[in-house]
């Protein structure tokens, strides 16, 4: 059982930046790739970056070349920094992980505001 817990959102000015962080708990050897999506209200979820286990990036459209990720395998934590944040960038960021076993594992999420 893998478990994932954001943190790192909060309330920041348009143009500012922002780190996220996703720890990784669990049975953390069965992720085959892990990776940040966003939500925001009565909109789809969106594919922000996405990292693969032989470290393989893919990037989302909405915010490439505004984000850098990367992942820490000995504290089992990724990392989101985002720079240039705008007002459109507010939604809830959720890591997520996909298994060997076929599994799908989200966290909770965690609330990135941007004001104007």
Request: glycine share 12%; proline share 3%.
């Amino acid at each position: 059982q893998v478990h994932l817990v954001e943190s790192g959102g909060g309330l920041v000015q348009a143009g500012g930046s922002l780190r996220l962080s996703c720890a990784a708990s669990g049975s953390t050897y069965s992720i085959n790739s892990i990776g940040w999506y966003r939500q925001a209200p009565d909109n789809e979820r969106e594919m922000v970056a996405l990292i693969h286990r032989d470290g393989t990036p893919t990037y989302g459209t909405s915010m490439k070349g505004r984000v850098a990720f990367w992942r820490d395998y000995r504290r089992d934590t990724m990392y989101l920094q985002m720079i240039n944040l705008r007002p459109e960038d507010t939604a809830i960021y959720f890591c997520n992980a996909n298994t060997t076993g076929g599994g799908t594992v989200w966290g909770r999420g965690t609330q990135v505001t941007v004001s104007s």
